[in-house]
């Protein structure tokens, strides 16, 4: 009698994709996780998990230029799209995008855990508002969870980097 496969031992399936501006390829169990897979398979430590339930926000890469939770998505569905992570958010190695420069300059983040997440959340924020009032930029940020800054400083970044994306355009 042949040996049974034990739940989730399953063939791995091939997953292709565009990760920050670069083709890749990979062999990936079909539950793994996208947050695994750009941590574990590709290497991409950036984006970090926290709750694993989509609540937090820390996991939020965009997928196709939109905010998603990593945590929740299976990297099988991704399958021909394109991810940015916060590893891609720079327009070149040692550089800063003006939303991380903003981050910087505000002192939006303490720990840093949270901030992969807010910087992927508010690059397509800006990019879909680029000039957000406040309760915009508030409920643009209502996904992420900060358990250290107050907020504060992380709205101001905000608006900082709105001015920054106003001056380079």
Same mark, same amino acid.
């Given at each position: 009698?042949?040996?049974?496969?034990?739940?989730?031992?399953?063939?791995?399936?091939?997953?292709?994709?565009?990760?920050?501006?670069?083709?890749?390829?990979?062999?990936? #169990? #079909?539950?793994?996780?996208?947050?695994?897979?750009?941590?574990?398979?590709?290497?991409?430590?950036?984006t970090?998990?926290?709750?694993?339930?989509?609540?937090?926000?820390?996991?939020?890469?965009?997928?196709?230029?939109? #905010?998603?939770?990593?945590?929740?998505?299976?990297?099988?569905?991704?399958?021909?799209?394109?991810?940015?992570?916060?590893?891609?958010?720079?327009?070149?190695?040692?550089?800063?995008?003006?939303?991380?420069?903003?981050?910087?300059e505000?002192?939006?983040?303490?720990?840093?855990?949270?901030?992969?997440?807010?910087?992927?959340?508010?690059?397509?924020?800006?990019?879909?508002?680029?000039?957000?009032?406040?309760?915009?930029?508030?409920?643009?940020?209502s996904?992420?969870?900060?358990?250290?800054?107050?907020?504060?400083?992380?709205?101001?970044?905000?608006?900082?980097?709105?001015?920054?994306?106003?001056?380079?355009?």
């Amino acid at each position: 009698m042949p040996e049974r496969d034990e739940p989730g031992d399953q063939d791995e399936l091939p997953v292709t994709l565009v990760v920050n501006g670069v083709p890749r390829q990979a062999d990936v #169990p #079909p539950r793994r996780l996208l947050s695994d897979f750009l941590r574990h398979d590709l290497g991409l430590t950036g984006t970090h998990v926290g709750c694993e339930h989509g609540v937090c926000g820390c996991c939020t890469v965009l997928l196709d230029g939109e #905010p998603i939770r990593s945590c929740l998505t299976l990297a099988v569905t991704v399958d021909g799209r394109a991810v940015t992570t916060v590893e891609g958010l720079a327009p070149a190695p040692g550089e800063m995008s003006p939303v991380q420069r903003a981050f910087a300059e505000c002192h939006a983040l303490q720990c840093g855990f949270c901030t992969p997440g807010f910087l992927c959340t508010v690059t397509a924020l800006l990019r879909d508002n680029p000039a957000p009032g406040e309760d915009e930029v508030l409920d643009g940020i209502s996904g992420n969870l900060c358990r250290c800054t107050g907020y504060q400083n992380i709205v101001k970044a905000v608006r900082r980097a709105a001015d920054l994306i106003a001056e380079e355009s």
